[in-house]
């Protein structure tokens, strides 16, 4: 995992595509994208820093998005969850 800048993950966004787009209602949009034949997940912390991290396949990054998603949404049912987004 890499934090960049907004200016950074506007260029990794213009050269790659955008797999998946999601809203996380929390913590801004979680993504991921092909870059060369790289597959990466973008996400924001609530605190607003950009992270991306290269992912071993399609599927392995669908799964990390959706586990995201499924702890967003416990967070907004109050369960006290936390992310940990450095790990």
Do not use: N
Not at 22 to 39: K, N, P, Q, W
């Amino acid at each position: 995992m890499v934090e960049v800048t907004e200016l950074e993950l506007d260029r990794l966004r213009a050269s790659g595509d955008a797999v998946r787009d999601e809203d996380t209602m929390i913590a801004g949009r979680i993504r991921v994208l092909s870059l060369d034949g790289m597959i990466v997940v973008q996400e924001q912390t609530p605190q607003g820093r950009f992270l991306v991290r290269l992912m071993p396949s399609l599927e392995l990054a669908h799964a990390f998005v959706d586990r995201r998603l499924a702890t967003y949404e416990k967070m907004w049912d109050g369960c006290g969850c936390k992310v940990d987004y450095f790990s």
